[in-house]
C-alpha cells in the first residue's frame, strides 16, 4: 500500500538557517504530493503541493520538488524564521478514487530567534 | 480558503461514556469528508471516509459500531465514539474536499479527547 517516511525531529534551527526536511515515498502509479503545515492550536494547512514528476511546489519561500526517480519531495526553505516553528507534515494522494491523504508521521521544527 | 470548524476542541469524559464531535464545513458542500485519529507524536491514520446520504466507508481496523459516523448534510458529519474507553483517548481530525474535482483537503482544527 502508499506509505510516507519523513525524517524525524525535532528539528531546532536558528533564525535565517536553511531547512530542509526529507520526505520520500512509497505508491503505486503516480501520486500528487503534498506538505501540510500545522501551527500550535491549529488545523492542518496545505503548504504547497505537486502533481506529477520534477513539478516544483512553492509557497511562503517553502519550496518541493516531486522526484520520481527517488520517489521523494523533500522540503526545502533558504532562511527560516521564528514563525515557522510547526509541524510540517508530507502526505500523497495515490490510488486512483482513493481521495483520502496518506501521511508520514510529522517534524516538528523549532525556529529559535 | 476553505474552513472546516470542529466542536468540541477538547472534552474529557468517564469511561463507557459517548462522546460526539461535528463536523462543520463553513463555506462549501462537502459531499465527503474525512475522519483521521492523531496519536501524540505519531501521523494522521484515516479511520473512515463519511459520504452524506450513505454509509461511512471504515478503514481496516476500524470499529465501525464503537466509531459511529452520520453525514446527515452537505455541511455536516458526525463521529460519535461509543462506550468510550482510555485507550480511545486521541486527537480526532476531520478534512474534506471543497468540491469534487480539487486533490486539496481543509482540516478543522481537531477534537482532544480524554477519557477517564
Known amino acids: 500500500g502508499d506509505s510516507v517516511t519523513q525524517m524525524e525531529g525535532p528539528v531546532t534551527l536558528s533564525e535565517e538557517a536553511f531547512l530542509t526536511i526529507n520526505c520520500t515515498y512509497t505508491?503505486?502509479?503516480?501520486?500528487?504530493l503534498f506538505w501540510y503545515v500545522q501551527y500550535p492550536g491549529e488545523g492542518l494547512q496545505l503548504l504547497l503541493k505537486a502533481t506529477k514528476a520534477d513539478d516544483k511546489g512553492s509557497n511562503k519561500g517553502f519550496e518541493a520538488t516531486y522526484r520520481k526517480e527517488t520517489t521523494s519531495f523533500h522540503l526545502e526553505k533558504g532562511s527560516v524564521q521564528v514563525s515557522d516553528s510547526a509541524v510540517y507534515f508530507c502526505?500523497?494522494?495515490?490510488?486512483?478514487?482513493?481521495?483520502?491523504?496518506?501521511f508520514g508521521s510529522g517534524t516538528r521544527l523549532q525556529v529559535q530567534p | 480558503g476553505a474552513v472546516v470548524s470542529q466542536h468540541p476542541s477538547r472534552v474529557i469524559c468517564k469511561s463507557g461514556t459517548s462522546v460526539k464531535i461535528e463536523c462543520r464545513s463553513l463555506d462549501f458542500q462537502a459531499t465527503t469528508m474525512f475522519w483521521y485519529r492523531q496519536f501524540p507524536k505519531q501521523s494522521l491514520m484515516l479511520m473512515a471516509t463519511s459520504n452524506e446520504g450513505s454509509k461511512a466507508t471504515y478503514e481496516q481496523g476500524v470499529e465501525k459500531d464503537k466509531f459511529l459516523i452520520n453525514h446527515a448534510s452537505l455541511t455536516l458529519s458526525t463521529l460519535t465514539v461509543t462506550s468510550a474507553h482510555p485507550e480511545d483517548s486521541s486527537f480526532y481530525i476531520c478534512s474534506s474536499h471543497a468540491g469534487s474535482s480539487t486533490d486539496t483537503q481543509y482540516f478543522g482544527p481537531g477534537t482532544r479527547l480524554t477519557v477517564l
Open positions: 502526505a500523497l494522494l495515490g490510488a486512483p478514487g482513493r481521495r483520502a491523504l496518506t
Open positions: 505508491a503505486t502509479g503516480y501520486p500528487s
